[in-house]
Structure formats: C-alpha cells, structure tokens
C-alpha cells in the first residue's frame, strides 16, 4: 500500500505539471505500482473467514466508493481553480493516504523465504510463481470465475473509460460530470454497504452472482437506449449495483475455490486481470464509439 500511494502521488503531481500530451502519458507510467485494491482485499481475505468474507470485501468497496463518490464532485469544483490545482490536490492527498498507512497499519510480520537445495536464484522464484499461478488456475470452479472476471470487468472497463465521452456527447459540462460520477459512487456505497451481505444470506454467492451478470447486460442496454439524463441516472442504478456486486463476490470465491496457501496468488491473478481489462478497455470503447455511436 506504501507503494500503491507513492505511485498515485507521483503520477498525479506529473500530471499536474505536464505541458505537453507525452507529459501526460509519461504521468500514467507509475500507475502501474497502484494496487492499493489487492493490498486492501489481501489484509481483509486473511483477516476473515468464509461465511463473512463477501460481506466485509463488500465494506472495502464501500470505503473506495465513499472516494469515487466525493473525487469526481471535489474534481469538478476544484477544475473552476484550473484543472492542474485538482491534480495537485490529488498528489497531496495520496501523500495523506501515504502518510496514514505508515501511522495505523500494522507492519507485515516478516516472513522466511522458502529455499531450494543449493540456494535460491531469481529464475528458480519467478518458475516456483509461475507454478502456483498455473496450479491455481487449474482448480475446479477457478477458470469459469477467472473468465466471468475477464468478460464482465472488459464490459464495465469500456463503460468506465468511455463515460465521460458519453456526458460530454449528451450536453454536461465537467461540474455535472463529477456530479453524475458522484451519484454513481453513492450507489456503490448503498449497494456494498447494505446489499451485498444480505443478498448472499438469502441467495448465495453463486445465484447473487448469476443474478449480478444479468441485471449489468439488462443495465448496459437500458443505458444505450436512454437519451436523457434522468433516463441515465435510472440505468446507471441497476448497471453500477450489479457491477460493484460482482466485484466483491467474483473475488469471494475466487479465495473459496483455492487452498489457504494460494489465495495470495489468486488475489493476484484476481488483480492483475482487472489491470489488464483497464488498460484494453480506453482503446475498444474508443474503436466502438467512433463506429457506432453511444447509442
């Protein structure tokens, strides 16, 4: 998490100071030391058992939805400053976020690496990872969670990059944008918050996470259908409610279906997947919106 949040105070700070469109770019380039979700999602998975796990995945959702829903309102009052004063406000506070790591976490209890006979080298721990990800991956019940993670995270990665477009296509400026991003985050919040354990009680994870599937293709296609904003607030409901979901319970039973001992590797398949689709999503969503509209 202490690199996670260096990385984000790093690349803000350089986007804040770009001048150019290579500046810009060049400032995403330490994003990719951002993995404060599977450090948080680790801390919790070891700190829980089964019967609660979704259920408390789903109060770290809401701790980043609280975020989500106050960036984008904060970001689009401070962008009347300038847009580079809410990319400075963004750099200091990620150096808070830093700054409250080292204070209250408690620090990782060392651990012995494992050796082999005669020592160990880089090539020897990079095959023994590449061994537990290939175990992993093979388990019964991993490789249908892995490609509804892959599937679902590609079609909410395409609408989360390609959003912004969509308001700016219907009429809203950058204060309502932040506006309807808030309102996405508040739902999130309500949904994670009060939903998700209740939901996985009476249905289980497995039928929530059915349900979840269905209720985001019903949203993604009433949100292509609509042409108002009020239509859009009304879609975004059950899409963003599905989505924030899945999410929790995708990883819940990712953590399930393997051995104690793996769950570290599958919490990072879990992440770097999420990465992958975040990074594939900008250049599809703009191939699609330039051949068929938002619409």
Not at 17 to 44: G, K
């Amino acid at each position: 998490m202490v690199v996670s949040f260096a990385a984000s105070a790093v690349s803000y700070a350089l986007t804040a100071s770009a001048t150019s469109l290579s500046l810009l770019y060049l400032s995403r380039l330490p994003t990719v030391f951002q993995h404060t979700v599977l450090a948080a999602r680790t801390i919790v998975t070891a700190a829980t058992d089964d019967g609660q796990r979704a259920t408390f995945l789903g109060y770290v959702g809401v701790s980043f939805g609280i975020g989500f829903g106050l960036g984008p309102a904060l970001g689009g009052l401070l962008s009347d400053v300038s847009l580079q004063f809410s990319a400075w406000v963004a750099a200091a506070g990620s150096l808070a976020s830093l700054a409250s790591v080292l204070l209250l976490l408690p620090p990782d209890k060392p651990q012995k690496a494992a050796t082999a006979k005669g020592g160990s080298s880089t090539s020897g721990v990079a095959r023994q990872a590449i061994m537990k990800f290939s175990e992993a991956c093979r388990l019964p019940g991993v490789g249908s969670l892995l490609v509804i993670k892959l599937t679902t995270g590609l079609a909410f990665g395409i609408f989360q990059s390609m959003f912004t477009v969509l308001l700016q296509n219907r009429g809203l400026g950058p204060k309502q944008n932040g506006a309807v991003l808030s309102f996405v985050g508040v739902v999130s919040i309500l949904v994670q918050g009060a939903l998700v354990g209740p939901a996985v009680s009476r249905l289980g994870e497995a039928r929530t996470t059915y349900l979840a599937v269905w209720v985001m293709m019903l949203g993604f296609g009433a949100l292509g259908a609509v042409k108002t904003l009020v239509g859009t607030l009304a879609a975004l409901v059950p899409l963003c409610a599905a989505a924030v979901m899945l999410t929790a319970l995708n990883t819940s039973l990712l953590t399930k279906a393997v051995p104690p001992d793996q769950r570290g590797t599958i919490l990072s398949v879990d992440m770097s997947m999420g990465s992958g689709t975040r990074m594939l999503s900008p250049g599809l969503g703009a191939v699609l919106l330039t051949r068929g509209g938002d619409g």
